[in-house]
């Protein structure tokens, strides 16, 4: 019969053919056999950024049988299914052409490896990390030898078998990365990859100088940060923040000039600009780092004030605009801002007429409970600190006839020996200048009141003082040794 059929009719039983393939392989459906497993429950989770949202909750169709399957493709990613209660987990890709596979495992050998039925990838990426984990194993074992070894032969013995298994894992990874080159399981075993620094020539501190640069210019060079897929994978995100956090030098500068590095590399609009903006722009914000707020407000004024982030909610938007405003004159290395007070008489002074090498500015109020807890800290290191030529000025935020407390608690705690102020009538506005809506504040000033410290708690002084001193900036005390 088919031999009666013309090329046309042949022609459109191939179209509907593909046709039906192409629906019958629409969406997804992961099914997941977990052999020795007694719970009726599955977790299906995802890795994104450093966190592991939830997918779904599975229900067994039969012991240790799950499946999850949806119209939808799943975005790609690294996926988990969480066994319960004890929460070990068995990852598997999930990629754009890959969605409909078998993943095989045993509760009760969980570091076995994972088997798939009809993963496109997975499979290989399983191979790649057994055949790694091996050999760095081998590695390991190369370089505790030659922690142990004394003669020279048995060193360049070793250092050779070490630098030929290094070749092998470099060699055997690209060859798994070709099987491959487009999919997700690729670029996760492309994130291991570092180009070789070159041998330099010159004085040792230069070399090492060089090939730090080197390092750090070509850390990206194997990795498409644009890949909105490796969203959806730790091992981007460990990679991301390792470069800022670790490898690159941790001043203001050289961290604010990386970020812009990576956010560049991963495209403006694109989902991994959008969320590690989001990310980076949060961590720096609440930092627990002195100083680290600068970069905070750059990454605000170079990318949300620019119009980058469009998600933003415009209020939102306003909220974070205004908060930025208010912390650029605080920044370190910035001059303190102005401020006119009055002493318990009314003289009025400024703490700009503050003539002292280093002046700690504290702000606080008598009825505040971390304030309290503060003075005691404050006293012991001003009796242990008051000959070097630091001088306290502190600011209490009590206002009009409020201010009264602040004189009272002063006279009962024995504190008349600092340089105390008032705002009475809230003209200099100092609170709101330093952020002092939550007391107490600490700044440390030079003798151009530039700051120097800030953010600090009062416990703390001890600690920083002693560095001031080995500065030349304060005069040693006659009770503390430069060591202390």
């Known amino acids: 019969m088919l031999k009666n059929l013309g090329k046309y009719q042949l022609a ?51 012991p240790g049988k799950f499946v999850h399957t949806g119209d939808k493709a799943l975005a790609a990613g690294v996926y988990m299914a969480v066994l319960l209660p004890e929460n070990e987990f068995v990852s598997f890709i999930v990629d754009t052409d890959d969605q409909h596979f078998t993943v095989k495992a045993d509760a009760k050998n969980l570091f076995a490896p994972t088997q798939f039925v009809n993963s496109k990838y997975n499979s290989i990426y399983t191979d790649y990390v057994q055949y790694s984990n091996e050999t760095v194993n081998a590695l390991n074992a190369y370089n505790s030898r030659l922690q142990e070894a004394t003669d020279e032969s048995t060193n360049q013995d070793l250092r050779s078998k070490f630098a030929m298994k290094l070749k092998e894992l470099t060699d055997q990874r690209q060859a798994f990365i070709n099987k491959a080159p487009n999919s997700l399981a690729a670029q996760l075993m492309k994130l291991e990859i570092e180009t070789p620094v070159p041998n330099y020539e010159g004085p040792q501190e230069e070399v090492i100088n060089k090939k730090y640069g080197f390092r750090i210019d070509h850390y990206f060079d194997h990795v498409d940060l644009s890949d909105d897929r490796l969203l959806n994978t730790e091992a981007l995100f460990n990679k991301v923040f390792f470069y800022l956090d670790q490898l690159v030098p941790q001043t203001i500068l050289s961290i604010n000039a990386n970020i812009d590095e990576v956010l560049k590399r991963m495209e403006p609009g694109s989902q991994n600009f959008k969320f590690f903006l989001d990310h980076i722009m949060l961590e720096y914000a609440s930092s627990d780092y002195i100083g680290m707020d600068a970069v905070y407000v750059h990454v605000v004024d170079q990318y949300y004030a620019k119009g980058m982030a469009p998600w933003v909610k415009e209020e939102d938007l306003a909220e974070m605009l205004e908060d930025v405003r208010k912390r650029k004159p605080l920044l370190l290395g910035n001059p303190a801002p102005k401020i006119d007070m009055e002493l318990q008489d009314g003289t009025p002074i400024a703490l700009y007429d503050v003539d002292a090498p280093i002046t700690v500015l504290y702000l606080w109020q008598p009825n505040c409970s971390h304030c309290k807890a503060s003075m005691p800290y404050m006293k012991s290191f001003w009796e242990k600190y008051k000959n070097t030529g630091l001088k306290i000025f502190a600011g209490c935020t009590k206002v009009g006839a409020k201010t009264a407390d602040c004189w009272k608690y002063i006279e009962e ?17 100092f609170v709101q200048k330093y952020m002092a809506e939550k007391t107490p504040k600490l700044f440390i000033l030079d003798a151009n009141k530039k700051i120097i410290l800030k953010d600090f708690n009062a416990d703390q002084l001890e600690e920083i003082v002693p560095a001031l001193i080995e500065s030349d900036r304060l005069s040693k005390p006659e009770n503390i040794g430069k060591s202390e």
């Open 12 to 62: 459109l039983i191939f179209i509907l053919l593909v046709c039906v393939s192409g629906v019958a392989q629409s969406g997804h459906k992961i099914e997941i056999n977990i052999e020795n497993y007694g719970s009726s429950e599955l977790i299906l989770a995802h890795e994104f950024l450093n966190r592991y949202p939830v997918v779904d909750t599975l229900t067994a169709l039969s």
């Open 413 to 429: 705690n024995g504190l008349q020996d600092w340089i105390h102020t008032v705002d009475t009538d809230l003209s200099s506005r």
